[in-house]
């Protein structure tokens, strides 16, 4: 040995146990930043997937430019690449026929196809989603929407030649060409004719899915061919969506872009569902604000901000965790060894050196630990993510483990980070020992002068002199029983933090959506379904429930007291009509579900009951006031419209005129959600759930013209789809929705979100429960010298295993009180600083708190196996003599 500091590796191969409980400590660290890290990529990863196939991959889009502006564009400084999708026409599939004329008066002239030619950017940015065959590759090729096929004389199969005439649509009355603007041109008048203007030949090349719903009463179908947009017609208009080189300051470069094309009166908007209507006469520029946000750079400032400072937020509290977790090892180590880092001292250690023996030990163990816990956090993940895959089907199986090697060095260097943070303090105690007191003294830099312990009678009384003894064993070690506790109170903090954070993720990606699995509507004249046909539908096997759904607008008059002051302040433009002592509203709706509606609505109330004679007799309604709303800063809000209470009143009436005036209903009961949804109404609007009788005598009519079906899961759902496209055979103002597919990924996606939630708390919780084992081990087993003396002056063994029990007891009741509180209060704020871009509610993570307290005390009795089993085997001379 040529220095003081090659002492370090003989005594970590000397003290092997001491050394491999450190090790330990590093590998839990390193392994909780590797398996977050991990499953935080993955999950970004998917989220970006997902995004893009529902929104596009792009970042911008210009919607209805000439021919002249799309070079601009895409030469544009700023773009790094754009697709262009040009206007191809339309073609008719289908001309609709007199009686079907006669049968619904509102029946659209002709089907049509509308084509357009996607290049391969626009292909690859819009992620078009195929049922069969394959994308265009040629000018020559094309893909049909698959709801179209029923409406050609002979349906199209994969391979086929077909002949389509393209044209314009033209103003029948007039004969002007038709405006339309938007990439959905889904929208049709009676007065419209079309004119043909060039044929074209198209081999079929793939079915594509429908892009917002499977809608039989589609007019419009889209039909998507190959354009290079290498030529472009001047006189033509484009769509262009464009992939920006940097993301910084989008909208600025978006409307530097905009200013150089002259187009000073293009509206904004954000990107929603790919497919909608645009009912617009300008150009459009459209932010996919959706794709944005998840790097951070949506055109909501106050959304970025707030998703970054609660992300920093997380990290920085997995940091402090990580770093105390090892700074507890190292300190207890320290405190155990002062007596040889005193006599060091004596034979002419200097305090330099002494720092450097800890460090150097720190270095190696570092070396040791950190590989180890990159490989376990690592394995960690594969069992989660494998095991995700054998249980669910959903989309999350998209929820690739992603191993990151940017992720593998950050934890890599933040866990060596962390432990030389962590071994700075114990290094500068063991470097600052008095050499004469550190030989006389046992865990501490300095002779303890104790002159008093407090005595508990308390803790006497229930549990006699030995509970004095435990009691007076932390009080006489108050470092090491700081350091203890401070281990357990970590695991607390992170068990309740990371559940409250999974908790929060479920309520802001909870399955959205109307529950139902087919809808039927009748857009004929009488708009009136025939109770026959809800017979029928009721009557088979494979309906589980069948609701009649009466729905109409109707006026109302909100009390000013009742109006949610935080809503009103945000719409304020909806208050404006002042009547009596409230404001009359045009935003409400009379609905009912049927009679079997009301009964299944019971369970969602939140205050009242349902009682429908008292409602035939009263007017009763139930008042569905919770919404969900984006503020113009981009905050998704969930928040109540009104206040309404059981027994308010509400005067509301039809707007058809020819019905009475205002009359009174009386508020029965309050619900969050409608009968077929999990989430709040987007819209904004106000409903009141009543019951079919109530409608009818409100509004003047007992029609209804739409039923919602939820089909039996267990059965073919075969004679639902027969009977449903029957009806729209024979009448043409029937149209139907198929939602079975993605109402079944939607469950299937919230259960495997679920057991990824639940696998990420399972990490964590066997993270903090080996952290809680380590410390509580270390501890004990450093202090057997201590229970050989207890054992020598006359405690017998049952004895000395009570008083390491209710020592484990007393940790377990004060860390667990100062871990709840700091822990329950960390949860708030990060919830708070994600509230700048989803408002979610906060509740009191009472299960959390419940389990993380039980959890501490039985972690910390289990902690006590192993040493007691130990000390039951050792010998009290050779414990005495030797070392730990």
């Known amino acids: 040995m040529n220095s003081y500091t090659g002492l370090t590796g003989k005594y970590l191969k000397g003290q092997k146990k001491r050394s491999l409980l450190t090790i330990f400590g590093i590998i839990l660290s390193v392994t909780l930043l590797t398996s977050i890290g991990t499953i935080g990529m993955s999950y970004w990863g998917k989220s970006i997937r997902q995004t893009m196939r529902d929104f596009g991959d792009y970042h911008v889009s210009i919607n209805g430019i000439s021919g002249d502006a799309v070079s601009k564009v895409k030469n544009n400084t700023t773009v790094e690449s754009a697709g262009v999708i040009s206007r191809e026409g339309y073609a008719v599939i289908k001309d609709t026929k007199e009686k079907e004329k006669k049968e619904n008066p509102f029946a659209a002239p002709y089907r049509y196809l509308n084509v357009k030619g996607y290049d391969a950017n626009a292909i690859n940015m819009l992620q078009v989603q195929l049922d069969s065959g394959r994308l265009p590759k040629n000018p020559n090729e094309i893909v049909l929407s698959s709801p179209s096929l029923n409406y050609f004389s002979e349906k199209p199969k994969l391979g086929d030649t077909m002949e389509l005439n393209l044209g314009i649509r033209k103003v029948a009355s007039t004969g002007e060409d038709k405006k339309i603007n938007g990439i959905g041109d889904f929208g049709w008048d009676l007065d419209e004719a079309f004119k043909a203007q060039s044929q074209k030949e198209y081999i079929i090349v793939g079915f594509m899915k429908p892009p917002t719903g499977n809608w039989s009463s589609s007019y419009i179908f889209p039909a998507i061919t190959f354009n290079d947009n290498k030529t472009i017609n001047n006189k033509k208009e484009y769509f262009v969506y464009v992939k920006m080189k940097s993301l910084n300051d989008i909208q600025k470069k978006s409307e530097a872009i905009m200013s150089s094309l002259q187009l000073s009166n293009a509206e904004q908007s954000s990107a929603m569902q790919l497919g909608r209507d645009h009912s617009i006469e300008n150009v459009r520029i459209e932010y996919n604000n959706e794709l944005l946000k998840l790097y951070g750079k949506s055109t909501y400032e106050g959304v970025n901000h707030s998703l970054i400072l609660a992300l920093a937020a997380v990290v920085a509290i997995i940091m402090i965790c990580t770093i105390a977790v090892i700074y507890n090892t190292f300190h207890i180590s320290v405190l155990e060894r002062i007596s040889q880092f005193g006599l060091l001292r004596c034979i002419g250690a200097t305090p330099t050196q002494i720092r450097k023996i800890v460090m150097q030990e720190a270095a190696l163990l570092s070396l040791i630990g950190i590989p180890i816990g990159l490989l376990t956090g690592t394995l960690f993940m594969k069992l989660l993510f494998y095991n995700i895959r054998l ?494």
Do not use: C
Not at 394 to 418: E, K, Q, T, W, Y
Not at 444 to 463: A, C, M
Not at 546 to 565: L, S
């Open 391 to 884: 249980l669910t089907l959903g989309i999350l199986n998209d929820l690739r483990m992603v191993i990151s090697v940017p992720i593998l060095i950050s934890a890599g260097l933040l866990g060596l980070l962390s432990v030389f943070l962590s071994a700075i303090g114990p290094a500068k105690q063991a470097a600052r020992v008095s050499p004469l007191e550190a030989l006389k003294s046992n865990g501490g830099t300095k002779v303890e002068h104790i002159t008093k312990v407090n005595k508990s009678l308390f803790v006497q009384k229930l549990f006699g002199i030995i509970g004095q003894f435990a009691s007076r064993n932390l009080q006489r070690n108050k470092k090491r029983f700081r350091i203890t506790a401070f281990s357990m109170i970590i695991s607390i903090i992170l068990f309740i933090v990371f559940s409250g954070l999974a908790q929060f993720m479920q309520q802001t990606t909870q399955v959205s959506g109307s529950l139902f699995s087919y809808s039927i509507t009748y857009d004929g004249p009488s708009k009136r379904i025939d109770d026959t046909v809800y017979q029928h539908i009721a009557s088979l096997d494979a309906v589980q429930h069948a609701y009649k759904f009466y729905n109409d607008q109707v006026a109302a008059i909100i009390p000013k007291d009742k109006i949610d002051p935080k809503y009103y302040e945000m719409r304020k433009d909806q208050y404006i009509l002042a009547e009596g002592e409230g404001y009359r509203t045009s935003n409400n709706y009379l609905r009912s579900y049927g009679d079997n509606g009301l009964d299944d609505l019971q369970s969602k109330l939140t205050a009242g009951v349902i009682n429908k004679e008292i409602m035939n007799q009263e007017n009763g309604v139930i008042v569905q006031q919770k919404i969900s709303m984006l503020t113009k800063e981009g905050k998704q809000l969930i928040i109540d419209q009104t206040h309404f209470k059981v027994g308010d009143r509400i005067k509301i009436r039809s707007f058809d005129r020819s019905q009475k005036g205002y009359q009174t209903v009386t508020v029965v009961g309050i619900v969050d959600n409608d009968l077929l949804s999990e989430k709040q109404d987007g819209s904004e609007v106000l409903s009141f759930i009543t019951t079919p009788k109530v409608y009818s005598k409100i509004m003047g009519t007992d029609a209804y013209s739409s039923i919602f079906i939820l089909a039996n899961p267990d059965l073919s759902n075969q004679p639902i789809r027969d009977y449903l496209k029957s009806l729209n055979v024979k009448d043409a103002g029937f149209n139907y929705l198929d939602r079975v597919a993605e109402v079944a990924k939607s469950k299937n996606d919230a259960k495997t979100f679920s057991i990824l939630l639940y696998g990420f708390i399972g990490v964590i919780f066997l993270i903090a429960f080996l952290n809680i084992v380590n410390t509580v081990s270390t501890n004990l087993i450093l202090r057997t010298k201590e229970f050989a003396v207890l054992k020598a002056i006359g405690m017998t063994q049952y004895e000395v295993r009570k008083m390491i029990i209710l020592e484990g007891i007393f940790y377990g009741l004060f860390a667990g009180v100062i871990g709840i509180i700091i822990g329950t209060g960390l949860d708030y704020s990060i919830h708070y600083l994600f509230a700048g871009a989803l408002d979610t509610v906060w509740v009191i993570p009472w299960i959390s708190i419940g389990i993380a307290f039980a959890g501490a005390m039985i972690t910390t009795l289990v902690a006590t196996i192993w040493p007691m089993y130990r000390l039951n085997k050792i010998n009290i001379i050779d414990a005495l003599r030797r070392e730990n």
